[in-house]
Nanobody, 120 residues
Framework: QVQLVESGGGLVQAGGSLRLSCAASGRLLSTFAMGWFRQAPEKEREFVAA???????AYADSVKGRFTISRDNAKNTVYLQMNSLKPEDTAVYYCAARQGVLSTSNYNYWGQGTQVTVSS
């Protein structure tokens, strides 16, 4: 079993930055693929970024060049650095984990989410 806890969300002005963290417990994540997803009000949850055990990454087109996903296997933690934030980035951000290859879907474990609000 894997437990994921996100932190680092908050309120920021457009153009600002935030770094989200996802701390895992229960199992070492070194061989898991990790992802970040987000869900805005009245919208479906969408893929944001993912990273696998060898640090290959994937990003949604909407965040490419602005967001960076990284991982620290020694700390069992995954990060999402978000720069040049826009009001449309406002959402609840979720961390997720899956065993296997890098993927934009089909994650087995989810955190509780952290709110990110970007004001214009």
């Amino acid at each position: 079993q894997v437990q994921l806890v996100e932190s680092g969300g908050g309120l920021v002005q457009a153009g600002g930055s935030l770094r989200l963290s996802c701390a895992a417990s229960g199992r070492l994540l070194s061989t898991f693929a990790m992802g970040w997803f987000r869900q805005a009000p009245e919208k479906e949850r969408e893929f944001v970024a993912a990273i696998n055990w060898s640090r290959n990454t994937a990003y949604a087109d909407s965040v490419k060049g602005r967001f960076t996903i990284s991982r620290d296997n020694a700390k069992n933690t995954v990060y999402l650095q978000m720069n040049s934030l826009k009001p449309e980035d406002t959402a609840v951000y979720y961390c997720a984990a899956r065993q296997g290859v890098l993927s934009t879907s089909n994650y087995n474990y989810w955190g509780q989410g952290t709110q990110v609000t970007v004001s214009s």
